[in-house]
């Protein structure tokens, strides 16, 4: 039996099976278009992502000191080179390829630019051990018996070993506290520094921001602080505290009568900062004889431990502020 359907009927169907196919068309049409971005920013990732993934494998290379920062160097150079040879055999095919060029174009650029930024590692190379010496401790403010404590530095150059930099030394009659080995992580720390610096993205002049956080919390700038900060060849860093503590003395906020060496750099509001050259400090104070040494809290446990070492006769205490600086003062006077 055949059942035989009107045309309105037969109408309504085809209507409906070509939306329905139109649908389905629809959704193919977008999901493929959804699968080519999909894969075009896979490649775009690839392409950004391979490039420093090869420079952080040499980076790392370098700071475990497997490799020197001439072979750092060369390697970037190197893949720079094969990208580029590679994009000039794209852009010489007939076939047209415009995402691939794109994307060695930037992988190219990417590689070029980490290899300017680490370029300037050849600079540093030739550094290879730093001597720190005596410096006699400075009363900046006279009679205030308030010490800083510096410490002199030496960069010795294109000598392989330790033995053969202390021989140097010896040779030219030069007395230091001690010598250390300059490591890769250290000279790129310096050259990054130094980066930053020429960027203006940090303080290049340690001695001036010194100036600004002291004057700034004591309110005023007096001749014998100006006359301390204008000598030549001064890093006035971490005498911060002690100028700050001298500068309270001045102004007759409390006195002292017992030799203190103090180390510190400060901020404008009187809070401590951390510094370096503890050891360097300590073996200073010991040969001046001075009984008593104040340091930024961030360096207490690394001043209680090379006292231990050094076996040092000198009693260490520990601040965090300016005013908690006057208070170890003024018990020190009290007790003396």
């Given at each position: 039996m055949?059942?035989?359907r009107?045309?309105?009927?037969i109408s309504?169907?085809?209507?409906?099976?070509?939306?329905?196919?139109?649908?389905?068309?629809?959704?193919?049409?977008?999901?493929l278009s959804?699968?080519l971005?999909v894969?075009?920013?896979?490649?775009?990732?690839?392409?950004i992502?391979?490039?420093?993934?090869?420079?952080?494998?040499?980076?790392?290379?370098y700071?475990?000191?497997?490799?020197?920062?001439?072979l750092?160097?060369?390697?970037l150079l190197?893949?720079?080179?094969i990208?580029?040879?590679?994009?000039?055999?794209?852009?010489l095919?007939k076939?047209?390829?415009?995402?691939?060029r794109?994307?060695i174009?930037?992988?190219t650029?990417?590689l070029?630019?980490?290899?300017c930024?680490?370029?300037?590692?050849?600079g540093y190379?030739s550094?290879?051990?730093i001597?720190?010496?005596?410096?006699q401790?400075d009363?900046?403010?006279?009679?205030?018996?308030?010490?800083?404590i510096?410490?002199?530095?030496?960069?010795?150059?294109n000598?392989?070993?330790?033995?053969?930099?202390?021989?140097?030394?010896l040779?030219?009659?030069v007395k230091v506290?001690?010598?250390?080995?300059v490591t890769?992580?250290?000279?790129?720390?310096?050259?990054?520094?130094?980066?930053?610096t020429?960027l203006?993205?940090?303080?290049?002049?340690?001695?001036e921001?010194?100036r600004?956080?002291?004057t700034?919390y004591?309110?005023?700038?007096?001749?014998?602080?100006?006359?301390?900060?204008?000598?030549?060849?001064?890093d006035?860093?971490?005498a911060?505290?002690?100028?700050a503590l001298?500068?309270?003395?001045?102004?007759?906020d409390?006195?002292?009568?017992v030799?203190i060496?103090?180390?510190?750099?400060?901020?404008?509001?009187?809070?401590?900062?951390?510094?370096?050259?503890?050891?360097e400090?300590?073996?200073?104070?010991?040969?001046t004889?001075?009984p008593?040494?104040?340091?930024p809290?961030e360096?207490a446990?690394e001043a209680?431990?090379?006292?231990k070492?050094?076996?040092?006769?000198?009693?260490?205490?520990d601040?965090t502020t300016?005013e908690e600086?006057i208070?170890?003062i003024?018990?020190?006077?009290?007790?003396?």
């Amino acid at each position: 039996m055949y059942y035989v359907r009107n045309s309105s009927q037969i109408s309504s169907i085809f209507s409906i099976e070509f939306e329905i196919y139109s649908n389905m068309y629809g959704t193919m049409k977008t999901s493929l278009s959804w699968r080519l971005i999909v894969a075009m920013n896979k490649s775009k990732v690839v392409s950004i992502t391979l490039p420093i993934l090869y420079y952080l494998l040499f980076l790392i290379s370098y700071l475990q000191e497997a490799i020197t920062e001439l072979l750092f160097v060369f390697f970037l150079l190197v893949g720079i080179v094969i990208l580029g040879i590679w994009l000039t055999i794209l852009l010489l095919k007939k076939r047209k390829k415009p995402g691939k060029r794109k994307n060695i174009a930037i992988a190219t650029s990417i590689l070029t630019v980490l290899f300017c930024y680490e370029f300037v590692l050849l600079g540093y190379a030739s550094v290879t051990h730093i001597a720190y010496r005596y410096v006699q401790p400075d009363e900046a403010l006279a009679g205030s018996s308030i010490y800083s404590i510096g410490v002199g530095e030496m960069e010795i150059r294109n000598v392989e070993s330790m033995q053969a930099a202390k021989e140097l030394l010896l040779q030219e009659r030069v007395k230091v506290l001690s010598i250390i080995e300059v490591t890769n992580r250290m000279i790129y720390g310096v050259k990054n520094r130094q980066l930053l610096t020429w960027l203006h993205l940090r303080k290049g002049n340690l001695t001036e921001d010194t100036r600004k956080n002291v004057t700034r919390y004591l309110g005023k700038e007096d001749p014998w602080l100006k006359n301390f900060l204008d000598r030549p060849k001064i890093d006035a860093y971490s005498a911060g505290l002690s100028l700050a503590l001298n500068g309270r003395v001045k102004e007759g906020d409390f006195e002292n009568h017992v030799p203190i060496a103090v180390t510190g750099a400060v901020n404008e509001n009187g809070t401590v900062l951390t510094i370096g050259n503890i050891k360097e400090k300590i073996q200073i104070i010991e040969k001046t004889g001075i009984p008593y040494f104040i340091v930024p809290s961030e360096n207490a446990k690394e001043a209680a431990t090379i006292k231990k070492e050094l076996h040092a006769n000198v009693e260490i205490y520990d601040v965090t502020t300016v005013e908690e600086a006057i208070q170890v003062i003024n018990r020190l006077n009290e007790t003396r």
